[in-house]
């Protein structure tokens, strides 16, 4: 059974939720809070996988952070 989400990622769920009744979609501040949630689930989803892992390799860190700052789906 996967963990659940950390406290800062259920916040900005709420967060969203919230915004999400207050304003229309593409609001400056739920888009704001739709990005700051995606990267604390990223977050907590990385930080499981590495837990449960073995280390990588720089080249496989190197690789991953490049597509990070790509900003690729």
Do not use: F, K
Not at 27 to 54: I, K, W
């Amino acid at each position: 059974m996967p963990r659940p989400h950390s406290p800062e990622t259920a916040h900005r769920r709420a967060r969203v939720a919230r915004l999400n009744q207050l304003h229309p979609p593409g609001h400056p501040e739920l888009v704001e809070a739709q990005r700051d949630l995606a990267a604390s689930a990223l977050h907590d989803h990385v930080e499981r996988v590495l837990a449960s892992s073995p280390r990588l390799s720089d080249e496989q860190l190197d690789r991953i952070a490049a597509l990070l700052r790509a900003g690729a789906t």
